[in-house]
């Protein structure tokens, strides 16, 4: 037994104590290792090397999901799963092996009950996939028997249930949740959405990586009629090709080589609501044909499957592509493109949106320093002007992970400037910077102006940058800049700079 993954979660970081646990039963540790890499970002783990050990683990921890391996001492991933649909019911079962043909597991199947057969050697993408949807699984199943009980009990307590869950689903997804300021440039793409969320309208949603197309997609399910309904998201560019059309139109029994049950697509699991297909613009022309057919006919044919299934969905595709620019290309088919944009809108990068850093950036401070266990940090002015001069080529998820990285390297109470990256700091992206360059603001920078106007602009920027380096220290800051402190001060006089931040830590 692995003691550190065998033992009560009472020493558990309390950040991780909702996420579902998943249970690895493999007598091989490499093979432990490597499952858990792929899922603990998701998941709370625990590890097993045999059937004995995962029912001691089972007896004091609920799993959502097992993963097991065929092949191990005693009984067989097979028969172990077995015991387990009998005694925990409700766990998700997934078994591993190499044999595709092991009469064992195929006599097995149904028996045991279990939901996936995973064939070794296991894509991390897939495995990890194959996961999440084993969870969601159980719980649609576990809301299934909620609402069976709502029924018995009357259906006046089901609505008040119903409407109170939609109603925080609104408020946490909606509109008004899209941060930004007024007059933002997201205001015109908002009020556009919301109209365009009351009609059964399919909508396309572009913008660059990081720009927050997904929470657009996710208002305006939550503004639709559709609302009750469930909302599934697929990444088209995180599963391959061969894969996609089986994940999201599911595949027959026996489809292709280690289909050893049913598998129900999301388009399936959407009926009612509204599927939201990212980075649409990475899929193959032959995956486009059957997407295409699938939204002209209203219904699909699983992998495998004689007989059509209708569906009834709305479909929300997101790209950081250019898709006019795909189809002239003939990368992407002109007939599902104009499918897809019933409505398109176009989500603004961050740096044309400049004015919604400051709010974004303490709305993030607050999540991600509740997440890390900090939810008493903040972030002062000089701090935020830092973001407001960095064109964010990552966008959002950029800002995210700088603030991340300032939380974690901080004193804890409050971001300074200097708690940010050199890239950030000096307000230059890489790919924009010339080499040798110190990483001055260019964009920044007044397009405008005499000559002396410009140089005494950079001038100014370069000794804020180094001042904001040195938390203000005039004497590292003149070294640096090869100064005397003397002639530093009179430059500061110069450019009104003489005052220190009060985040800046001066050290005179």
Known sequence: MNAPDSLPFDDAD???????????????????????????????????????????????????????????????????????????????????????????????????????????PWVPDHLLQTVRQAVEARTLQRGVSRLELDLRAGTTALRTRRGDRLAQARATFGFERIERTPGSPLDAVCAMAARVARFDLPVLVLGESGTGKELLGRAIHYASPRADGPFVLENCAAIPDTLLESELFGHKRGAFTGAFEDHVGLFQRAHGGTVFLDEIGETSPAFQVKLLRVLQEGELRPVGSPRPVPVDVRVIAATHRRLDDEVRAGRFREDLYYRLAGMTLQMPALRERAGDIAPLARRLVGEVGAELGLPEVGIGPEAIAVLMAYPWPGNIRELRNEIARAIVLGDGRRIAPHDFSATVLHGQTGRHAPAGAPGLNLPGLPQSGTLQERLDAIEAMV?????????????????????????????????????????AGDLP
């Open 14 to 120: 309390p950040d991780e104590a909702d996420l579902p646990l998943v249970l690895l039963v493999d007598d091989e540790v490499r093979s432990q290792d490597a499952m858990r890499r792929t899922l603990d970002e998701d998941f709370r783990i625990l590890c097993a090397s045999s059937a004995e050990e995962a029912r001691a683990l089972l007896e004091r921890h609920e799993a959502a999901v097992i993963l097991c391996d065929q092949r191990m001492p005693g009984l067989t991933g097979v028969e172990f799963l077995r015991e387990v649909r009998e005694r925990w019911p409700e766990t998700v079962r997934i078994v591993i092996s190499g044999y595709t043909d092991s009469e064992d597991i195929i006599r097995g199947i149904n028996e045991a009950g279990i939901y996936q057969y995973i064939l070794k």
């Open 463 to 503: 000794l804020r940058e180094t001042l904001l380096r040195h938390r203000w220290n005039k004497t590292r800051a003149a070294a640096e800049l090869g100064l005397s402190r003397v002639g530093l001060r009179a430059k500061l006089r110069r450019f009104q700079l003489e005052d220190a931040p009060a985040s």
